[in-house]
T-cell receptor, first 112, second 116 residues
């Protein structure tokens, strides 16, 4: 069955460091992958979409990679700040499967 | 500022009661999703509509849950009868699907349901 895996344990890092979050998927062949941020008590907010032919995408301090051979996407936040503390969710998608299913998310804690 | 609106924000009810949650998607969006979120299960997809037609509700317990889109401005999720295990935050999200890509989803603030 299709599976999306994100680290269930919280990632604790110090302010200024680079945070790297992982999204692995099995039994999927997504054409693109989305990343969202969710703060406590709020709905998820879209951050980035990366397509299978893009390999890497950047937006300000965010960088996402997409490796279809490894079936993995990495999400990086450089120069992290306490305000980056949140849960980050990935969701693979593609023409073969219209619904957007999310991973369980990884909680990021950035300490000053 | 376009946003997805969900009502109610909070609902406390007793087991066996009917619960209806409503969602107003962003005007012009052709896809609507209902998700349920709990600490244990994360964000689970319940139902998915495109152009108001239900395309997938395989994540939904069919005997008690139903989802509809009576018009383009309203999506509903109904639970009848409700059970304590239905306690969760229910999110509605809307987006545009074109060219085989479901673009950015806009989520509502969620409806927090507590069934006693």
């Amino acid at each position: 069955s299709q599976k999306i895996e994100q680290n269930s344990e919280a990632l604790n890092i110090q302010e200024g460091k680079t945070a790297t979050l992982t999204c692995n998927y099995t039994n999927y062949s997504p054409a693109y992958l989305q990343w969202y941020r969710q703060d406590p008590g709020r709905g998820p907010v879209f951050l980035l979409l990366i397509r299978e032919n893009e390999k890497e995408k950047r937006k300000e301090r965010l960088k996402v990679t997409f490796d279809t051979t490894l079936k993995q996407s990495l999400f990086h936040i450089t120069a992290s700040q306490p305000a980056d503390s949140a849960t980050y969710l990935c969701a693979p998608g593609g023409p073969g499967f219209q619904k957007l299913v999310f991973g369980t998310g990884t909680r990021l804690l950035v300490s000053p | 500022d376009a946003r997805v609106t969900q009502t109610p924000r909070h609902k406390v009810t007793e087991m066996g009661q009917e619960v209806t949650m409503r969602c107003q998607p962003i005007l012009g969006h052709n896809t609507v999703f209902w998700y349920r979120q709990t600490m244990m299960q994360g964000l689970e997809l319940l139902a998915y509509f495109r152009n108001r037609a239900p395309l997938d509700d395989s994540g939904m317990p069919k005997d008690r849950f139903s989802a509809e889109m009576p018009d383009a401005t309203l999506a509903t999720l109904k639970i009848q009868p409700s059970e304590p295990r239905d306690s969760a935050v229910y999110f509605c999200a809307s987006g545009l699907r074109a060219g085989g890509v479901t673009g950015e989803l806009f989520f509502g603030e969620g409806s927090r349901l507590t069934v006693l």
